[in-house]
């Protein structure tokens, strides 16, 4: 094992460096945002904290699609990224007053569009004949980045706002990009990162950096009104479907049904993230409000939740992969599985939610067992839905079917915050309330039932879709 971490080209392990603080700057702001927007300092009421919240993730998940194609044809990949960093990093800065608080935001996605489309293919072009057998490992360590990245982010910097102030979490984050920055600077002086495929010239840094700024502007708007968010998916949405119809035409057969099972995966995969993303609005305030936060005589903060969904999948993945190894399971069931399972974590919510109705504070256990199982479902459905996309898609629409993928992600963080937005009860955010306690237990309950009357029904008739699909 040794040797085939010291045999990894040095490129991997700037590129890891940079990943690190990217994810440690996006998942420490995202901790914090749905909290800070409900605080006394800000003042939001939950269907406004909600709706931005699941306005700002949908376009951070969307505009990758496009940065990809900015990158692979005008910038190169290097350079792509270090755009990315720099308006991440001037994003989080712009994060600490109400004043620029939306134009930060914006600036975030942006800067996310540039950088999430070109670092896995950056990961991929330190690879080439002569160690090509390495690949796989080094696509593990950078995967283990992203994790080690988002846990760090998820108990440093909740904590860092709880004790000091909303600011200094922002700015932590904010320091978490500078030091992603700094890192792949030192990996371009020392020419460890492959050169970019791309000469860029002066004119189209200007206009990058131009039509960039107009974005940012752009996405503000739709932000700062976020019910707008939804016109903007659904147009995305019909755009790409009357294109797969177009491929669908052109191609017969050979595409109509690796393209009827992408589709029909992705919506399933819709279905369990708009559940687990209640982890981050509804069930998050709902812990900030009623469960009690002292573990072994310490007080955490309801975002410090967040790390546990890391700390089961570094713990549960690798059983789960010995399982899917040991037992050919369809594709199907194992999503049918998964969907059972995050409404068994929505019933673990309901019951918390229940006692706090009957005028208990719950304990932080019954969180903690809800993100045990939604990270058990995770394990189910999202893995094996893009191991689905890349087995049946033919080689080129590999990419598109990849943007469907994306703007599903899209479709779910947005759809996730509009359904939380039903525990909203206007100005009573009081502990002891019983209308908002039976607010967040219907909403737990409701998606209990549904998702494990969907799971059966998956589980139902995973043969016959397994038989139609091959997957």
Known sequence: MIKTLSQQPKGLWILCGVEIWERFSYYGMR??????????????????????????????????????????????????VKYGCIFIMIGHILLSTQQS???????????????????????????????????????????????????????????????????????????????????????EIKKIIPKDHILVSKKTHIITIISALIA????????????????????MTIIVFIYLIYKTIKGGKEYTIPILAVLKVSIIVMFFWILFEQTATSVLL??????????????ISAANTHVFNSLFIIILAPFFAIIWGKWNISIFRKMGAGLIITGLAMGAFAISANLAIKGFSPS????????????????????????????????????????????????????????????????????????????????????????????LIILIISKQLKRLYNI
């Not at 935001?105 to 950088?115: K, N």
């Not at 932000?223 to 016109?231: D, Y």
Request: charged letters at 10%.
């Open 31 to 80: 901790a914090l945002l749905i909290l800070y927007l409900t605080s006394e300092f800000w003042g939001m009421s939950d269907t406004q904290a909600y709706l931005t919240y699941g306005s700002y993730v949908a376009f951070v998940y969307m505009t990758p699609l496009i940065g990809g194609y900015i990158s692979d044809t005008f910038l190169g990949h290097t350079t792509s």
């Open 101 to 187: 608080f939306f134009w930060g935001l914006a600036f975030v996605v942006v800067g996310t569009g540039f950088f999430k489309s070109s670092m896995a293919t950056n990961i991929g072009r330190n690879y080439n004949n002569s160690n090509d057998h390495l690949r796989d490992s080094g696509y593990t360590l950078f995967y283990m980045a992203v994790n080690l990245g988002s846990g760090l982010a998820l108990i440093a910097v909740p904590l860092i706002a709880k004790y000091f102030s909303w600011h200094a979490g922002f700015a932590t984050a904010a320091f978490g990009m500078g030091l992603g920055l700094l890192v792949l600077f030192i990996g």
């Open 216 to 235: 940012v502007c752009i996405f503000q708007y739709l932000i700062f009104h976020a019910k707008n968010t939804a016109n903007v998916l659904y147009i």
């Open 286 to 299: 709902f812990t900030e409000r009623f469960v009690n936060l002292n573990i072994f005589g310490f007080s």
């Open 364 to 455: 932080l256990l019954w969180i903690v067992l809800g993100y045990m199982l939604i990270t058990m479902g995770e394990l189910c459905c999202s893995p094996t839905g893009l191991a689905a996309i890349s087995k049946v898609a033919p080689a080129d629409i590999v990419a598109l079917l990849f943007g469907v993928w994306g703007i599903k992600s899209s479709l779910s963080n947005y759809f996730a915050s509009y359904i939380a937005t039903f525990t909203d009860v206007g100005d009573i955010k009081d502990t002891s309330s019983i209308i908002q306690a039976k607010a967040y237990y219907h909403l737990f309950f409701n998606l209990t039932i549904t998702a494990i009357i969907i799971g």
